[in-house]
T-cell receptor, first 116, second 116 residues
Framework: AQSVAQPEDQVNVAEGNPLTVKCTYSVSGNPYLFWYVQYPNRGLQFLLKYITGDNLVKGSYGFEAEFNKSQTSFHLKKPSALVSDSALYFCAVRDRSSSNTGKLIFGQGTTLQVKP | GAVVSQHPSRVICKSGTSVKIECRSLDFQATTMFWYRQFPKQSLMLMATSNEGSKATYEQGVEKDKFLINHASLTLSTLTVTSAHPEDSSFYIC????????????FGEGSRLTVL
């Protein structure tokens, strides 16, 4: 069965410091991996995705994520956090075999709190 | 990116009434849409997969007669919460699948339902 784990409910970081939001996954085949961000009472906004190719993926708002197949991880990173980055972040996975169905499995979500 | 419009963004209704939420893909055709439910500070729970021109596929534990889904056109899916009760109060989010090689998913802004 497919699953996604975000081990941290909340991550606190000071503005200007680097941030990491962790994600590990479990799928039977090769995955498509995604990160989304959600602001209060809003839908999900796409940040970045890994499909194939370079393991380091760059996305919106200065975020990046590294696909690590051996560790089955896809951690989200940003070199310098902003207060405006404070939000709820979701990692999601989709088995390539289900690419036509589009069904995503979401992690539990991690609240990022960036303090001035 | 593509735009998915969800309406209404907020709705308050009395217990026992029915509420309809619309999800529209504005600049692409979506043969598949998904409906999620989200409780405060929790992840998205997939309720059902909506396929244009056919019956929706519901996830285990989701009542079909309670949450009616209609996908009558390639750009519109509706979720009707029938005979709503306070426990149905939640944040409902739709997403639409754009037919590309990787199957890009785009999310609506969500609908906050409060049942009094």
């Amino acid at each position: 069965a497919q699953s996604v784990a975000q081990p941290e409910d909340q991550v606190n970081v000071a503005e200007g410091n680097p941030l990491t939001v962790k994600c590990t996954y479990s799928v039977s085949g090769n995955p498509y991996l995604f990160w989304y961000v959600q602001y209060p009472n809003r839908g999900l906004q796409f940040l970045l995705k890994y499909i194939t190719g370079d393991n380091l993926v760059k996305g919106s708002y200065g975020f990046e994520a590294e696909f690590n197949k051996s560790q089955t991880s896809f951690h989200l990173k940003k070199p310098s956090a902003l207060v405006s980055d404070s939000a709820l972040y979701f990692c999601a996975v989709r088995d390539r075999s289900s690419s036509n169905t589009g069904k995503l499995i979401f992690g539990q979500g991690t609240t990022l709190q960036v303090k001035p | 990116g593509a735009v998915v419009s969800q309406h209404p963004s907020r709705v308050i209704c009395k217990s026992g009434t029915s509420v309809k939420i619309e999800c529209r893909s504005l600049d692409f055709q979506a043969t598949t849409m998904f409906w999620y439910r989200q409780f405060p500070k929790q992840s998205l729970m997939l309720m059902a997969t909506s396929n244009e021109g056919s019956k929706a596929t519901y996830e285990q534990g989701v009542e079909k007669d309670k949450f009616l889904i209609n996908h009558a056109s390639l750009t519109l899916s509706t979720l009707t919460v029938t005979s709503a009760h306070p426990e149905d109060s939640s944040f409902y989010i739709c997403s639409a699948l754009e037919r590309t090689e990787t199957g890009e998913l785009f999310f609506g802004e969500g609908s906050r339902l409060t049942v009094l």
